[in-house]
């Protein structure tokens, strides 16, 4: 089992940055494929980005793709995702997963979930 704790939300404006650090703790980390997920009021939990145990795959949702940056440090057990040029569409909390794999593949259906971590980005 692995637990997760997200860090780094906060308040920006559109056009500035944020980068969201997911801390993990308990089985090996380097074997999990991590993700990061988004949910806004009144709307589905949606992917963002994966990245495979080695961190050789990513992956990103279209409407991030080119502004978002997905990254790893398994010395550190810690996931990263760095955000540019944000927009007040993507204010959302912001969701760190894990799933334990020996494969190095990125994944879409996890098992370990985080609490979360608000980002507001404002106009």
């Known amino acids: 089992q692995v637990q997760l704790v997200e860090s780094g939300g906060g308040l920006v404006q559109a056009g500035g940055s944020l980068r969201l650090s997911c801390a993990a703790s308990g089985r090996t980390f380097s074997y999990y494929a991590m993700g990061w997920f988004r949910q806004a009021p009144g709307k589905e939990r949606e992917f963002v980005a994966a990245i495979s145990w080695s961190g050789r795959s990513t992956s990103y949702a279209d409407s991030v793709k080119g502004r978002f940056t997905i990254s790893r440090d398994n010395a550190r057990n810690t996931v990263y995702l760095r955000m540019n040029s944000l927009k007040p569409e993507d204010t959302a909390v912001y969701y760190c997963?894990?799933?334990?794999?020996?494969?190095?593949?990125?994944?879409?259906?996890?098992?370990?979930w985080g609490q979360g971590t608000q980002v507001t980005v404002s106009s």
């Open positions: 997963a894990a799933y334990y794999s020996t494969y190095d593949v990125v994944v879409y259906d996890y098992d370990y």
